[in-house]
């Protein structure tokens, strides 16, 4: 059997990698991927959090599905707000998007 | 080592080299299908923890919905960033470092806990954790309210996704 610990540093590696990618990457698209990445490592935790504790208790796969739920309304706006900038500024480049209004 | 735990490290590693090339890659629709590669290892740890619903939802929610909106946005917003110009920016060393540094202070932090090494009880024979989840998401004592403002939040986030990015064809106004 799996201990837990492998679980929970798995999700933790697969955090900071997308961290990384958040962090560092200039194309904003490439941001949300890592933030995708993140939430990831988050819903592992969740479902581990759930297997290893009581079963019969449904709320680490409950949140799970709300976490679902958050990063497809995030990627959506994310992605929308993306496609408005470069059709409006023709760039995709984190750095260059620092107006309020053009 | 049993054959779960073989299973688990081939699944992890695979999902991790997979994140990496998603973060470094130059080329971003390959970066995208790394993406689906990763998500699709995350869907078996699903499965390798006895959470079958949650993993038909991570193919079906992420991979059919979610990474195939990221292909779409990538290829839209293509033009300009393709193959020249640095993918990273300058201070690229620093995020590297801090993400190095969050990996150690929660493997540090993780280490000091007790629970760390708790392996799991037999899983349940006859326990039907599809139906507990359904009358979990929908019973009044359970989460019917955090269900019910997710999908209220859902919806607005849809709506003002298509008010954000629509394209009127006779001239944008709002230029």
Redesign the interface.
């Known amino acids: 059997?799996?201990?837990?610990?492998?679980?929970?540093?798995?999700a933790?590696?697969?955090?900071?990698?997308?961290?990384?990618?958040?962090?560092?990457?200039?194309?904003a698209?490439?941001i949300?991927?890592?933030i995708?990445?993140m939430l990831?490592a988050v819903?592992?935790n969740l479902?581990?959090f759930?297997?290893?504790g009581d079963?019969?208790l449904?709320?680490g796969?409950?949140?799970?599905?709300?976490v679902?739920?958050?990063?497809?309304?995030?990627?959506?706006?994310g992605?929308?707000?993306?496609?408005?900038v470069?059709?409006?500024r023709?760039?995709?480049?984190?750095?260059e998007i620092d107006m309020l209004k053009w | 080592m049993t054959g779960e735990q073989i299973v688990f490290l081939v699944v992890a590693f695979f999902t991790l080299a997979a994140g990496f090339m998603v973060v470094t890659t130059r080329n971003l629709v390959h970066a995208a299908l790394w993406l689906v590669a990763a998500l699709f290892g995350v869907a078996v740890t699903y499965v390798t923890l006895h959470a079958n619903f949650l993993a038909v939802v991570q193919v079906v929610v992420y991979i059919g919905a979610i990474a195939i909106l990221f292909i779409f946005a990538v290829m839209l917003t293509r033009r300009d960033m393709r193959d020249q110009g640095p993918q990273m920016n300058k201070n690229w060393w620093l995020g590297a470092l801090l993400a190095v540094l969050t990996f150690g202070g929660l493997y540090f932090l993780l280490q000091g806990w007790e629970g760390m090494t708790k392996t799991a009880t037999s899983y349940p024979v006859s326990f039907d954790a599809i139906s507990e989840l359904g009358s979990a998401l929908v019973s009044p004592v359970g989460y019917v309210l955090p269900f019910e403002v997710a999908s209220v939040l859902l919806v607005a986030a849809l709506v003002g996704a298509v008010y954000v990015a629509f394209n009127p064809r006779n001239g944008d106004t709002r230029k």
């Not at chain 1, 900071?16 to 200039?26: C, D, E, H, K, T």
């Not at chain 1, 023709?90 to 750095?95: K, L, R, S, W």
């Open positions: 059997m799996v201990p837990l610990s492998w679980y929970l540093v798995f933790a590696a697969l955090f900071s990698i997308g961290m990384f990618g958040v962090l560092s990457r200039r194309n698209v490439a949300l991927l890592g995708e990445l990831n819903n592992i479902a581990a759930w297997r290893y079963v019969r449904m709320t796969q409950v949140f799970a599905i709300i679902f739920a958050v990063a497809a309304a995030e990627v959506a706006v992605l929308a707000l993306v496609i408005s470069y059709r409006n023709h760039t995709v480049v984190a750095d």
